[in-house]
């Protein structure tokens, strides 16, 4: 389980994503889309069109992991590339702890 520490900020990638990239193209999209470094302790999530699987990129000190979610039934609510920004708060992503619709 990764459990994030206080200073732990997690970025979301606005829009839908290829979920079959790996490492290194997870590793890209931080850097060109979302203008950070994966290798910052961050979390950065990234959503499939169909919002129904999610993949988190984090590095932990000593290697990136991934991990996966897939949902058996109902949708992430996740924002869109017309949202403009490169993070938001989660809060106004997910409002209440049952974050699929």
């Known amino acids: 389980m990764i459990v994030p520490g206080p200073a ?4 979301l990638a606005p829009g839908p994503t290829d979920l079959r990239r790996s490492f ?3 590793h890209g999209l931080v850097r060109s889309q979302l203008q950070e470094d994966p290798r910052s302790g961050h979390l950065f999530l990234f959503c499939n069109r169909l919002r129904t699987r999610l993949k988190v990129l984090c590095f ?8 996966a979610k897939r949902l058996e039934r109902g949708t992430f609510t996740w924002p869109g590339v017309e949202a403009g920004a490169k993070s938001f708060a989660l809060s106004t992503i997910f409002p209440s702890p049952n974050a699929c619709v």
């Open 24 to 26: 290194d193209g997870l």
């Open 8 to 11: 732990t900020r997690i970025f």
């Open 60 to 67: 932990d000190g000593t290697g990136l992991w991934i991990c």
